[in-house]
C-alpha cells in the first residue's frame, strides 16, 4: 500500500491520475473537487457520490474528508499522482513568476529553495545564473509567486486543415480527419 500524504494536497480543481485498486496498472485521469468538506475524485471509470462540480467527468468518488489528517490509497482509488502543481510543489528546473520577474528554481531542499536572480518577464533566464539565492517556500507565496503556465500545462497546437495538409505536402482537399481508427470484424484476415 502506497505511503500516505497530507489530505490538504488534495485541491479543488487538481488535475491527478489514478488506478483502479492498489494492484492496478493502467492510469486514468480525474479533477478534484471538494464539496462540503468531502474530497471526491470526478472521472469517467467508477461510479459513485457526486460532487456539485464534476469538471465535465461522468462520475464524482468520494475517497476522503478534509478534517483527516492523511490519505492513503482507498481499495477503489488508488496510486494517486498529481497532474497539477503549484508554488509549493516547485522542484529543480520549473520556472516561478509573479507579475513583474521570473526565476529558475536551481534547486530545493525541504522548503528552502535555491534559485536564480530575478529576471523581468520579457527576459529569458540564463542557463547558468550570475547569482543565486535563497528563500524559504513561505517567501514566494507572500511575495505573488507561482508556478510560470507552461511547467504545469501541455500547450495546444491549432493548425487548419490547409496547415496539416501542407505539412504533408497533399492539397487539403484530399485530406479527411477521422475520429479513430475502427477495426471491424471484416478487417481481421483470420
Not at 38 to 64: H, N, T, W
Not at 85 to 95: M, S
Request: net charge negative; glycine share 6%.
Amino acid at each position: 500500500m502506497a505511503s500516505p500524504f497530507p489530505v490538504s494536497k488534495f485541491k479543488h480543481g487538481y488535475k491527478i491520475t489514478f488506478t483502479k485498486y492498489a494492484s492496478g496498472t493502467k492510469r486514468y485521469p480525474g479533477t478534484v473537487s471538494i464539496d462540503n468538506g468531502e474530497i471526491y475524485v470526478c472521472q469517467d471509470e467508477l461510479a459513485g457520490f457526486k460532487p456539485r462540480e464534476m469538471f465535465g467527468y461522468k462520475y464524482g468518488y468520494l475517497i476522503s474528508r478534509v478534517d483527516r489528517d492523511s490519505y492513503r490509497n482507498s481499495e477503489t482509488i488508488a496510486n494517486v499522482e498529481f497532474v497539477t502543481r503549484d508554488i509549493e510543489d516547485v522542484v529543480a528546473g520549473d520556472i516561478i513568476c509573479n507579475t513583474e520577474y521570473h526565476r529558475r528554481i536551481l534547486e530545493r531542499v525541504g522548503d528552502v529553495v535555491f534559485m536564480s536572480g530575478t529576471y523581468g518577464i520579457d527576459r529569458e533566464i540564463p542557463k547558468i545564473p550570475s547569482n543565486v539565492y535563497t528563500e524559504n517556500i513561505r517567501w514566494f507565496i507572500e511575495n505573488g509567486y507561482r508556478l510560470k503556465e507552461d511547467n504545469i500545462e501541455e500547450s495546444v497546437v491549432e493548425l487548419t486543415l490547409e496547415e496539416i495538409a501542407s505539412q504533408l505536402g497533399i492539397d487539403s482537399k484530399s485530406l479527411r480527419i477521422k475520429e479513430k481508427d475502427v477495426i471491424t470484424p471484416e478487417d481481421v484476415p483470420f
